[in-house]
């Protein structure tokens, strides 16, 4: 979630190799017992299925006095291993859509284009990206017709982090440094001292002059931003950390060397990346890419931390990650809608069209062609009205069909923490571990009215799923989310909720193991049962 409207990857050597947390996690066996294991980032259909691991391991010890059979049922529906595994993968919005993109695939979803014709069929399955950093699924109910509603969870991929300038290469005292612009509203302190690498997207030159989409993931530390000695900064405890974040907030790469000298003078005159891009970061990114420099011809780096997500904890009840915000969201809301129109029986029943929509750019305002902002849900939901009606739908089939819609907001939301209490309303102060938070605003800058809260509350009471609500104290700002841009694009019913963390918009955050199944299992209720509800409540 956004402090405000508008600021809002094997291991290569020397560090060891890792296997995946969802092998290690022998506690949280999955249904069905295979998870996902993308080698190759560039593949979207090289999908290898890995049987879980029976080992059992430090990373989910747990206390001897939970009793077996407790923990086998407990265990039996946990997606928190395939959680840690899609964080580790997802270092970037465009890793973290790839990685939906297959999972969708892998279970049977059919890939649409925008710019081409749909063909669409009750009790289908279909998705579509958009500029590989966001992704619209749904999933048609057998029992469809015209004017019946959509059930929606809407999350975002991208989180606050440091990005390439467009001219990142710069040199100061003998070190080769990279430029880098804020994205969204960090807590750019957190980002010193850590162990940073690059990943996003670059476009390549092929052989035959056309241009290639890949993406790309250094996995081993190539930058740092050092703190100042305390030596030379004497009252920075007292006077607290402040750097200036244009001039001192700089990663070094390397120490300047008369080669990368010579190389970047040697090639100046060619026109590509490498003018704007210190040459030794170029030929790592063509190194992995199994390319050659000169085939690079942009680029699109976040900076992120290569420390990979985990459990933590005395009892291992927390997962410690970067991207929590929102890409725990985002996993379980995916999740979620797979398993809930998984077998075909799941959507025989069903009247609605089940649909989960990720967007890009929520950190910074949502207005982009990727972000909330733009009207790429709505147009699928006009163009699946259109498509389910043979023709051309009227606009009070598509009016109708929105009328009878519910969108569930689902951004992360602030766990009381234990040092700043009064920073909570008295009343309102989730907790970790305690379910999916409702948040509230009188001002609408959560989009959740009484309706909405009783109708996604009532979700949660027939499966016994605990929830919380969240109210900002009146002396201070509250911070939105991509909940009020969509309610108020079409007029949609929505709800906003969350998963309750700690250390928000940090470079390593923290929620709780026990939160990310409440909230998968809220999600999935929600798609199979929700119609049911709706039709018991009438308001206007």
């Known amino acids: 979630m956004a402090a405000n409207a508008i600021a809002r990857f094997h291991f290569l050597q020397p560090y060891p190799v890792f296997p995946k947390p969802s092998v290690l996690l022998s506690k949280f066996p999955q249904s069905p017992p295979f998870s996902i294991n993308v080698h190759n980032i560039n593949n979207p259909c090289r999908i290898h299925f890995r049987k879980f691991s029976s080992v059992t391991s430090p990373l989910c010890s747990t206390s001897g006095s939970i009793p077996e059979s407790a923990e086998s049922s407990e265990s039996s529906t ?12 997802s270092w970037t919005q465009f890793h973290a859509t790839a990685e939906a993109k297959r999972q969708l695939i892998a279970a ?32 048609i109910g057998k029992k469809y017709s015209i004017g019946n509603g959509f059930h929606v969870i809407a999350a975002h991929t991208d989180s606050p982090c440091l990005k390439l300038k467009p001219k990142s290469a710069s040199t100061k005292s003998g070190y080769l440094m990279v430029n880098v612009q804020l994205y969204g509203g960090g807590l750019w302190h957190t980002w010193f001292d850590r162990d940073l690498s690059v990943a996003g997207r670059v476009i390549l030159r092929a052989d035959d002059g056309s241009f290639l989409h890949r993406l790309v993931k250094i996995t081993r530390p190539l930058l740092r931003v050092p703190t100042l000695a305390i030596h030379l900064n004497r009252t920075v405890n007292q006077d607290g950390f402040k750097p200036n974040l244009e001039t001192q907030l700089i990663p070094l790469l390397a120490t300047k060397t008369e080669n990368a000298t010579a190389d970047s003078t040697e090639k100046s005159n060619v026109s590509s990346s490498k003018d704007v891009h210190h040459q030794l970061l170029l030929q790592i990114l063509s190194d992995e890419l199994s390319c050659k420099i000169d085939d690079i011809v942009s680029v699109e780096l976040n900076l992120c931390d290569t420390q990979p997500s985990c459990l933590g904890g005395a009892n291992n009840e927390f997962i410690f990650s970067g991207r929590l915000d929102n890409l725990a969201s985002s996993f379980c809301g995916l999740r979620a809608l797979v398993d809930s129109c998984t077998l075909p029986e799941d959507l025989s029943n069903e009247h609605a069209i089940r649909m989960i929509a990720l967007f890009d750019n929520e950190e910074v305002g949502s207005d982009s062609y990727q972000g909330a902002g733009a009207p790429t849900m709505f147009e699928a939901m006009r163009r699946i009205t259109d498509c389910l009606s043979h023709q051309s739908a009227g606009e009070s089939d598509f009016a109708r069909a929105i009328r009878h819609s519910f969108l569930v907001s689902a951004d992360m939301a ?13 009343h309102h102060r989730p907790e970790l571990q305690k379910g999916l938070v409702i948040k509230h605003n009188a001002n609408q800058r959560y989009a959740t009215s009484g309706v909405t809260s009783f109708l996604f509350k009532e979700v949660a009471r027939l499966h016994s799923l605990p929830t919380q609500d969240f109210v900002v104290r009146n002396d201070m700002g509250c911070g939105s989310t ?18 309750a963390q700690l250390s928000m918009h940090s470079v390593r955050e923290i929620c709780g193991k026990e939160d990310i199944d409440i909230a998968y299992k809220h999600f999935k209720a929600f798609y199979q049962t929700f119609s049911s509800i709706d039709r018991k409540l009438i308001v206007d």
């Open 78 to 89: 946990s997606i928190v291993g395939d959680l840690l595994d899609y964080l580790n993968e």
């Open 108 to 139: 049977g979803f059919h890939l649409l284009k925008e710019n081409e014709k749909w063909d669409l069929q009750p009790g289908g399955r279909y998705f579509f990206t958009r500029n590989m950093s966001s992704l619209v699924a749904f999933a």
């Open 414 to 426: 602030h766990g009381v923490h234990p040092n700043f209490v009064d920073k909570h309303e008295e």
């Open 482 to 499: 991509i909940g009020p841009i969509l309610a108020s694009g079409v007029g949609i019913r929505t709800v906003d909720c969350g998963i």
